[in-house]
């Protein structure tokens, strides 16, 4: 097999992200030399104590060196402030901005659950809606106090983007079912998610804008739904198991992922990639998690899932099926569990374990 180069930044962030990426880099170390991936690293900077630091929260080095040298990355978490701190906004972002990562892909699998089974992919819009930060306070006519707004803003471009890779994601795994793959499905389903209903104007062209991409003649294979977004979560706690791709708005597709982890346990389950036409961005779903900072037992096993997530949107569904395969075996055989999984083991325990299945 041809060798291939491959340059990987490597964005600890803050908190338990300088516990979780050290693994990441691990896995992609140990992957087989049978693959011919030859991987180099770089150590870049972002987050709140870059901050307090340096004045900036994403240093523009570390956007020049994403830009161009790096072929993927790997983003720990960042520890935002929940109160208004002047000059900062949250890096990560920034990131998805700058870099036009215009899609958040966040997978939910359940493994060895007695629960109803779940595997679903829930894509969401990444650059636009509540998140382009456009807000204002001010005084209220008549000093009845303040005001505060900000601007949800949706376009035609970003929502049919954002449609058309949830249709190839739910192709993509149709694919990978015809061929063996197990899975809890029969057909590719892509579910729109909206409030319309309330929100004619902007969520109402979310909706439009993705039916019409869905509607090209490549995605007749794909049936397509839609749900309330409040619905859904009720649908999605109720039994999830239905669900094959769920396609949502950036404000709805961050709650919609981060409730859908309760779905198989924890937070420290679940990756996620923000994905680009020139890059994609491995990232744990979990948060930078202060309580258990410095501990040692920050489950490693969403930023190991994140490394093989970015490998696929690279192209490399082999390299990134060795690493799904050995973090599932570890979660089956449930010895070796980090404590939010009810288990003892170290951050460090599971990922040898890990190592050792692969």
Do not use: W
């Amino acid at each position: 097999m041809a060798s291939r180069a491959l340059r990987i930044g490597l964005i600890a962030g803050d908190g338990i992200g300088k516990e979780v990426i050290p693994a990441g880099r691990r896995i992609l170390e140990a992957l087989p030399k049978s693959l011919g991936l030859q991987f180099t690293f770089v150590d870049l900077k972002a987050g709140f104590e870059t901050f307090k630091e340096e004045g900036q929260a994403l240093p523009d080095k570390t956007l020049e060196i994403l830009k161009n040298e790096c072929d993927g990355a790997l983003f720990g978490a960042v520890s935002s402030p929940t109160t208004r701190v002047a000059g900062y906004s949250s890096p990560i972002v920034a990131l998805r901005k700058k870099l036009d990562l215009y899609a958040n892909v966040r997978p939910v699998k359940s493994v060895g659950s007695s629960r109803a089974p779940v595997d679903l992919v829930i894509v969401r819009e990444n650059t636009e809606d509540l998140y382009v930060k456009e807000e204002r306070t001010y005084d209220a006519p008549g000093g009845t106090g303040k005001v505060a707004e900000a601007i949800k803003r949706i376009s035609e471009r970003a929502s049919t983007r954002i449609a058309s890779i949830a249709g190839d994601i739910a192709l993509r795994r149709q694919v990978i079912r015809e061929a063996g793959g197990q899975s809890i499905h029969k057909r590719p389903l892509v579910t729109i998610t909206h409030k319309s209903n309330v929100l004619a104007q902007t969520d109402g062209l979310f909706r439009e804008s993705a039916r019409a991409a869905l509607e090209q003649s490549k995605y007749r294979a794909v049936e397509v739904e839609e749900q309330i977004v409040d619905s859904m979560f009720y649908k999605l706690y109720q039994n999830a198991s239905p669900y094959d791709v769920v396609l949502a708005p950036n404000l709805y597709g961050d709650l919609l992922s981060d409730g859908a982890a309760a779905l198989i346990g924890s937070l420290g389950l679940v990756p996620s990639a923000n994905v680009g036409s020139r890059i994609c961005i491995g990232e744990p779903c979990h948060g930078s998690a202060p309580d258990i900072q410095g501990k040692g037992i920050a489950n490693p096993i969403a930023t190991l899932r994140s490394a093989g997530l970015m490998l696929e949107f690279l192209g490399l569904s082999e390299a990134a099926s060795k690493i799904y395969e050995a973090v599932d075996s570890n979660i089956l055989k449930g010895k070796i569990l980090s404590p939010d999984l009810g288990g003892r083991a170290t951050t460090a325990a599971v990922l040898e374990d890990i190592l050792k299945r692969m």
